[in-house]
């Protein structure tokens, strides 16, 4: 299985609503994370997980919160956002952090889309 | 200035010509990576290179660490290849994030 999978695939809030993205990978990777990207741009890092702790926050505002509850699966919750921060969110997952050495695999992605 | 430049934004092909996507980029680096995203969102990884030049099917990526430059070349285009294709380093001193070019929209027509 060398899946990541994201739920949901479209979600739609409005900015005072509270909403979860979902990411689930079987593949034994110990380092995961969460991209943002805006239409014709390429992904933006937002964090990375390595063995189910937080190693990277690229100063991603407070208004999004990720969480790795175990090595499958990771977690990143909305609250109070903004319209800007419609975009796809990706996931994505590798055995290491080291890029250099593991091979990045992406999910499919959450098209998100605030009012 | 974004370190990674791509070109070209976008490229139109009749189904069975050669393709070529270029990027450059500006520092040293440690490893280029090639990424294909179809519409809809996924992203593939297509190679990794340090050096050299790697071939799988129809496609070939080559990198000239001394010029700064890689290219990606597709061969006998087909519909199916049409996509974003992404070019994204890894620096010599943080192996943990990609630094992306801002892509080539390839649009291969029948």
């Known amino acids: 299985d060398t899946e990541v999978t994201q739920t949901p695939k479209h979600l739609v809030m409005g900015m005072t609503n509270k909403k979860s993205l979902k990411c689930e990978q079987h593949m034994g990777h110990r380092a995961m994370y969460w991209y943002k990207q805006k239409a014709k741009k390429p992904p933006e890092l937002m964090f990375v997980?390595?063995?189910?702790?937080?190693?990277i926050n690229e100063s991603v505002p407070s208004r999004f919160s990720p969480e790795c509850p175990n090595s499958s699966l990771l977690n990143l919750h909305l609250h109070a956002l903004q319209p800007e921060d419609s975009a796809l969110y990706l996931c994505?997952?590798?055995?290491?952090?080291?890029?250099?050495?593991?091979?990045?695999?992406f999910g499919p992605g959450t098209r998100l889309t605030v009012l | 200035k974004n370190e990674v430049e791509q070109s070209p934004q976008n490229l139109t092909a009749q189904e069975g010509e050669f393709i070529t996507i270029n990027c450059s980029y500006s520092v040293g680096i440690s490893a280029l990576h090639w990424l294909q995203q179809h519409p809809g969102g996924g992203i593939v990884s297509l190679f990794m290179l340090s050096s050299g030049k790697k071939k799988h099917g129809r496609l070939i990526a080559t990198i000239n660490i001394q010029e700064k430059h890689s290219s990606l070349h597709i061969t006998a285009s087909h519909p199916r290849d049409s996509a974003v294709y992404i070019c994204a380093v890894l620096l010599p001193y943080n192996f943990n994030k990609f630094y992306f070019g801002s892509g080539t929209k390839l649009n291969v027509k029948p």
């Open positions: 997980y390595s063995y189910e702790k937080l190693s």
């Open positions: 994505a997952s590798s055995q290491g952090l080291a890029l250099i050495s593991h091979e990045q695999f």
